[in-house]
């Protein structure tokens, strides 16, 4: 998390450096700060809160500079814990996205030869070691730090004198955007899109020495290595609102667009019908587990392998039991999340084949998996995942069916007609959003939406909700019910319908308000509901792709008629590299 931005050019840097850090707010919003060089010495600006505060500061003067964005681990969010830091004499600042697990060693031992701190970061030790290792070459003086820090990072370090930014990565996202006469360090391509679509990724144990005119990268051992330049394929308009409010709404609304795009894709050998390996095991947080859940279900049913599901912050840790036979599939929209990439390096390790569901071209988990699909849903900006969800259920079906030698059909339409409920759900939404607790239910394929549906609400709204397989109720959190605690229960017409109406009739009659996603035409579920969402009919396999979208819109218009930041919300972040 953080996102980090460096220029370079014949240009004032300011302005460029802080329409950059806008884009990456996605990966955090705590405080902001920008850095120039301007007459040999440093200028910054630094703030708590989010970069628009950096706007109502005076401008700083300078060709060359670095900025960051926010997302706390270390020390809580704060001006003093604002990036960029700089070293006692004023001479190095520095920007850092990851975590330096070693940083009170470093810092009790820079504290010892009388380096004074001036925040709680572990960030800031890496810029003092910076100045203590110069001697008159910043690129030299990086390499031989870099070599004394644990954990993950990504940085960019300008010197007051110097006409050069030096950026590194180890573990954090980094690359390089080449432009004429300038050129660019961040964390992704949304930041400098507007600027070039020429970029350079840097890859872990790399630095790279950014002038206005050339690019040169080393491994940590000083040695020069050959760049390859790759040419973004999305543009910028694609990174902006569009006259949607949100880019959560703008996002929900790209869905037939993305299903489409998706339905596209295509296999390579390694998935083919009668592939080599005996089981699937699935690895992902979040959004992308709940697809990957579907994706077990929808494997065994269609292809009858068997599959496991795996939380990648568990899986790392737990006895790992898979070997040359087992297939990994790793699900990840931004391809950085650190967990979901320890978990792919881990089943390497094992021997077995890896493979990629991917958002994000040429992100960490996409090159290093053995191969890799993406998933096209485009720039997902919303921190909240929408269409990244639907994009990665399409592929897990087309998988599915792929593993079987078919082809797998969907009709667009129904994901259109799903998206006229949205005035509905508005409505839906006013009578709700001021309810403090929600249930989610589900069964079989349903139960993953039921999921998806909760942190959907959750992550957004601020509204605590909870998800449970239908027939789990009874077991316990039926103790929860009451006129004050609504449930959303997902109950098309499918082989479980009786069973989840049943959990239904169960929760009426403790007085439960129901709110249920049925199928069209369906009047008996009236009965038992105080407010139904009629979804389209779809062969029974086909719903999570259908539920996906009320919910989405459900939990879009609580958070929104809460007056809380959709696209934004408290905590959070999008791109999740850090464990
Ligand atoms: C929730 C959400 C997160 C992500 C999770 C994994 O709306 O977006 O739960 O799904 O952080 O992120 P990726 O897919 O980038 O690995």
Not at 104 to 113: I, N
Not at 119 to 145: F, P, Q, W
Not at 217 to 241: M, R, S
Not at 477 to 496: F, G, K
Request: one cysteine or more; proline letters at 3%.
């Amino acid at each position: 998390m953080c996102g980090i931005i460096g220029y370079i050019g014949d240009r004032e840097a300011n302005d460029i450096l802080i329409a950059g850090l806008e884009r990456l707010e996605y990966r955090g919003y705590d405080s902001a700060g920008v850095a120039t060089i301007h007459n040999n010495s440093l200028c910054i600006n630094k703030k708590e809160g989010r970069v628009q505060n950096l706007k109502e500061l005076p401008k700083l003067s300078g060709n060359v500079g670095i900025a960051h964005t926010r997302w706390s681990t270390h020390g809580k969010p704060s001006d003093r814990n604002a990036h960029p830091f700089t070293d006692n004499t004023n001479s190095f600042t520095l920007v850092h996205n990851g975590i330096i697990e070693n940083y009170l060693e470093l810092k009790a031992g820079l504290q010892e030869a009388g380096v004074n701190f001036t925040s709680d970061t572990d960030s800031e030790v890496i810029v003092h070691l910076i100045a203590k290792a110069y001697i008159g070459n910043l690129k030299e003086a990086v390499l031989k730090v870099v070599n004394y820090l644990q954990g993950s990072f990504a940085l960019c370090v300008i010197n007051k004198d110097s006409d050069e930014i030096i950026g590194a990565r180890n573990g954090s996202p980094l690359l390089v955007g080449l432009g004429d006469n300038e050129n660019f360090l961040a964390s992704d391509a949304s930041a400098i899109i507007e600027h070039t679509k020429k970029v350079i990724y840097v890859n872990d144990f790399e630095v790279v020495g950014v002038k206005k005119d050339s690019v040169n990268i080393y491994d940590f051992n000083g040695n020069e290595k050959p760049k390859e330049i790759k040419t973004i394929n999305w543009d910028l308009e694609q990174a902006q609102k569009s006259g949607y409010k949100h880019f959560m709404l703008k996002e929900i609304y790209e869905q037939p667009k993305v299903i489409e795009d998706s339905m596209q894709i295509n296999f390579n050998e390694m998935l083919n019908t009668g592939a080599n390996f005996n089981r699937i095991i699935i690895v992902a947080c979040g959004t992308a587990s709940y697809a990957g859940l579907v994706g077990k279900y929808v494997i065994e049913k269609v292809a009858k392998v068997p599959v496991i599901n795996e939380i990648a912050s568990e899986f790392r840790y737990k006895e790992c039991l898979i070997n040359e036979n087992d297939l990994v599939i790793a699900i990840s929209q931004s391809g950085e999340t650190a967990d979901t990439l320890a978990a792919i390096r881990l089943a390497k390790q094992k021997g077995a084949k890896t493979l990629g569901l991917i958002n994000v071209v040429d992100s960490t988990i996409a090159r290093e998996v053995d191969d890799v699909v993406y998933t096209r849903a485009g720039p997902e900006i919303g921190v909240a995942s929408t269409k990244a969800f639907t994009s990665q259920l399409i592929t897990l079906y087309k998988l599915a069916f792929h593993l079987i030698g078919e082809e797998f059909q969907f009709d667009v339409e129904k994901i259109k007609q799903a998206l006229l409920l949205n005035e509905s759900i508005r409505k839906l939404a006013k009578k709700y959003y001021q309810s403090t607790n929600f249930l989610y239910i589900g069964r079989n394929l349903s139960f993953p939406l039921a999921l998806e549906g909760a942190l959907k609400l959750k992550e957004i709204s601020y509204i605590h909700a909870e998800a449970y397989p239908a027939g789990e109720l009874k077991h316990g959190p039926i103790a929860l019910v009451s006129e004050e605690m609504p449930t959303v229960a997902i109950c098309p017409r499918d082989s479980v319908y009786e069973k989840t109406f049943s959990n239904i009739e169960e929760i009426k009659a403790r007085s439960g308000k129901v709110i249920t996603i049925a199928t069209s035409g369906d009047e008996k579920i009236k009965k038992v509901s105080d407010d139904v969402i009629y979804i389209p009919e779809v062969q029974e396999i086909l719903y999570p792709l259908i539920v996906a979208i009320p919910l989405q819109l459900f939990a879009y218009h609580v958070a929104d008629l809460r007056d809380c930041d959709v696209d934004k919300p408290r905590n959070l972040a999008k791109s999740v590299t850090v464990e």
